[in-house]
């Protein structure tokens, strides 16, 4: 069951009232039907039009829900979602410093498998390699719990599972020609729209919990980002390559729905399965590439990515198979 906190179950039961009527209601009736005051119906209605609702206000008429949000809110989720796992949780902040320190927070939990930790923004995102995160209004910021049936050993895969479901799910609402960079970038014309990060709790002989982090530049303006990026590969946003706004509910509704897919198809078929997948979804093998590490540069052909997520480049000293690092193709 979706978790709704008392805020937010006062909220839906407020809306769901406005949506009972398509004409105008007076907020004295919507005072009265709901039991509150006039100051907590114009306190919901603020929430509400916070949130992505159109609520028109009219001069002694009263209040009329225009459309509702496209906003990744858990009630909305809840009404479309097709999922037994994933998602079945979901804990909604408007800011919060890190939906990905909230996971890891709550993975420990009994029945957390699945949950869903989403923001609106975040006030400290933490990407790969220590970095930062800039996450604003108007991304995708999301942290999943699992507690997948694989072995150890296939908990590199993890990361890879989910950048085939958002390459998916980002391919099937906008209909942008999505691809995945090693290790698992989401792209769109050679620039970077998606990453994933992945925190592990894990014994030698079993996983106990893996907290994914997917943030999508959704609606992001990234011109108006200050980013510090020297050598670090461009970034765009969905909204930046399509020239309007996207439906951050719908694309939500479908990143989790392919993740809960992948990654059952990952404990059923396992690691080679994903590989072959996440191959179909890229567009850098036999392209040249240049891996940075903490303190050398390693060159050569993006031949292949292996069984266990490796990167295997053929350089001139012969094949290397390269497991992390920020990786620059040319093309
Ligand atoms: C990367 O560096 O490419 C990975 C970025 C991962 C960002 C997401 S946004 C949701 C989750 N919360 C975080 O603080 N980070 C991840």
């Known amino acids: 069951m979706t978790r709704a906190l008392p805020r937010d179950k006062r909220v839906v039961e407020f809306l ?4 009972a009527n398509a004409d105008y209601s007076s907020g004295q009736s919507l005072a009265r039907k709901a039991g509150i005051s006039r100051s907590a119906v114009w306190k919901h209605i603020r929430r509400l039009r916070r949130l992505g609702y159109r609520i028109e206000s009219l001069h002694g008429k009263g209040y009329r829900l ?4 496209e906003n990744p809110v858990p009630w909305e989720l809840a009404r479309v979602l097709k999922t037994s796992f994933v998602g079945k949780n979901i804990i909604y902040r408007e800011s919060t410093q890190s939906t990905q320190s909230l996971a890891i927070a709550l993975a420990e939990k009994p029945g957390s498998h699945g949950a869903a930790v989403i923001a609106e923004q975040q006030t400290g995102g933490r990407g790969r390699l220590k970095r930062k995160w800039l996450s604003p209004m108007g991304g995708i910021w999301i942290s999943v719990i699992l507690k997948p049936s694989i072995p150890t050993a296939a908990s590199t895969m993890l990361p890879f599972v989910a950048a085939v479901a958002v390459c998916d799910a980002v391919r099937e609402a906008t209909d942008l020609d999505a691809t995945l960079k090693w290790p698992n970038d ?5 620039k970077k729209v998606a990453g994933i990060l992945l925190d592990l709790s894990a014994e030698a002989d079993a996983v106990n919990y893996a907290v994914i982090g997917i943030g999508i530049n959704a609606n992001v303006d990234t011109k108006k980002l200050h980013l510090e990026r020297e050598g670090r590969p461009a970034i765009t946003s969905l909204s930046d390559e399509l020239g309007h706004d996207v439906n951050r509910l719908h694309l939500t509704r479908l990143l989790l729905e392919k993740l809960e897919q992948y990654v059952v198809l990952l404990e ?8 072959a997948l996440w191959r179909k979804r890229t567009d850098m093998l036999g392209r040249q590439a240049s891996v940075v590490q903490q303190n050398k540069v390693i060159s050569g052909m993006a031949k292949d990515v292996g069984d266990d997520g490796s990167l295997v480049l053929a350089t001139a000293a012969g094949d290397v198979n390269v497991v992390s690092g920020d990786v620059t193709v040319s093309y």
């Open 16 to 19: 769901d009232l406005l949506k």
């Open 66 to 69: 225009e459309s509702a949000t």
């Open 186 to 190: 989401v792209m769109v014309k050679g």
């Open 268 to 275: 059923e078929k396992g690691s080679v399965t994903i590989v």
